[in-house]
């Protein structure tokens, strides 16, 4: 009996070292995955904000030079309204072909 319990210690002691292990492995995965996807997030929303932006300002231009074609500030803002109205409209009749895109691309970034 006694040749076995000092054979058996050894592996108790192997399993319990693999099991720590892999538990730090895990929350060395974990760490690294979250960190991975929260560093795309703010890269993404840097991105998002630039374009909303660029957007922003491309609107007022755009506004500015149609006031200007059309007569008064107020046309050209107008006119832009109505292109963005229209563009809304469109947008939600034609919802499908641009939810697919963007909810694929959602389930590329959570799953790479």
């Avoid at 998002?48 to 006031?67: E, H, Q, V």
């Avoid at 809304?88 to 697919?100: D, G, H, Q, S, T």
């Amino acid at each position: 009996m006694e040749p076995q319990k000092e054979t058996a210690r050894p592996i108790i002691d192997q399993v319990q070292e693999y099991v720590e292990t892999r538990a730090k492995l895990l929350k060395l995965e974990v760490i690294d995955r979250s960190t991975t996807i929260i560093a795309a997030l703010v890269v993404d929303l840097v991105v998002i904000i630039s374009f909303i932006l660029t957007f922003l300002f491309a609107s007022f231009t755009l506004a500015l030079y149609l006031g200007d074609v059309l007569g008064a500030n107020w046309k050209g803002f107008g006119a832009v309204a109505i292109i963005y109205l229209l563009l809304a409209v469109i947008l939600i009749v034609a919802k499908k072909p641009f939810e697919r895109p963007i909810i694929n691309v959602l389930v590329r970034k959570l799953f790479n």
